[in-house]
Structure formats: structure tokens, C-alpha cells
């Protein structure tokens, strides 16, 4: 049966399928106020493919501060907190990564890898970022970051 949901339908389903986000109150919920907090920290945060009929692919990279980053890595902060003190003032040394999100039928195009690649070398103009971190919640976003750490040749954190 054909699905007949539009492309964001589809896109806002597959985030929550994935992700979980609606059980989990320590992620973050991305809401009109995260976006606008988003764009303040840099514009290449939040990047999208979309052929004329929605989305097919969303990227969201967060550059931070490396303190920030080792304290999400350690688990002394969680998704939302890691959002909170990322000022836009900071001097950011690195990246995290974290989501990619592709409709199945556009899987395996390398829409995602050149998006996140594109964001983080629009990010490195403006900072001198040295690692990509990522919180993994399938082998596909762990092997998309370990390609994208291989390309941008930066040293890649894995929170567990």
C-alpha cells in the first residue's frame, strides 16, 4: 500500500521512530524556539534536501565547545543541556552530530554525507573545529559519522 503522507509527515514520523524523541524528555524536542537558538549559533546548523516536494533528508550539527562536548560524551549532560550552554559567543572546537534523518527511498545517494560535509565546512570557516562527536542510535548514523570524521579529518567521540 502506498504511504500517503507528505514528505514532512513522513520525515516527523521516521524522527520519532528513530529517535524516540516524545519518550524522552532529555533530548531535544526541536520546536520553533530550538530552531531560532539553532540559527544564532550558526546557520549551517540545520540543513535539509528537498527536491520540490518536502524534505528528503534533515541534517542538525551543533557546533560546541570541546568542555561541552566531553561533558555529553561523559553523560554529565544530556541532549538538552548540551543545547543550553552552547552560547553563540563561544569560541566552538567542535561538532556534534546530531541527527541525520533520510527517507528510505533516498538512503545509500551520499545525500546525507554531502550535506553534513557541506555544514561542517561551512562551521570550520568561522571556527577551528577539531572533532565530530555523535550519539549513535543506529549502525547506519554510527558508519555516516565515521565517514564524515574520515573526510573532514576530524578526530571522531562516540557518546555510548
Known amino acids: 500500500m502506498k504511504d500517503t503522507r507528505s514528505n514532512f509527515e513522513r520525515m516527523l514520523a521516521l524522527v520519532n521512530e528513530v529517535f524516540e524523541t516524545r519518550s524522552d524528555p532529555s533530548q531535544l524536542q526541536v520546536d520553533q524556539h530550538q530552531i531560532e537558538k539553532l540559527q544564532q549559533v550558526h546557520p ?29 560524551i561523559s ?11 552552547t552560547n553563540p559567543r563561544d569560541a566552538f572546537e567542535a ?11 533516498y538512503r ?15 562551521i570550520r570557516k ?20 565515521e565517514k564524515i570524521a574520515a573526510i573532514t579529518q576530524l578526530k571522531l567521540r562516540v557518546k555510548k
Request: proline letters at 5%.
Open 95 to 105: 561538532i556534534y552530530l546530531c541527527s541525520a534523518t533520510v527517507l528510505p527511498e
Open 126 to 145: 568561522d571556527y577551528a573545529i577539531k572533532a565530530l562527536y555523535v550519539w549513535p542510535f543506529t549502525d547506519e548514523g554510527m558508519s555516516l559519522a
Open 108 to 122: 545509500r545517494k551520499k545525500l546525507a554525507e554531502d550535506l553534513c560535509i557541506k555544514a561542517i565546512n561551512d
Open 75 to 85: 553523560g554529565t549532560i544530556n541532549e538538552n543541556e548540551l543545547l543550553e550552554r
Open 44 to 72: 549551517a546548523t540545520l540543513s535539509e534536501y528537498n527536491e520540490g516536494q518536502g524534505p528528503l533528508v534533515w541534517i542538525l550539527l551543533i557546533p560546541t565547545t570541546t568542555k561541552v562536548m566531553n561533558d555529553f
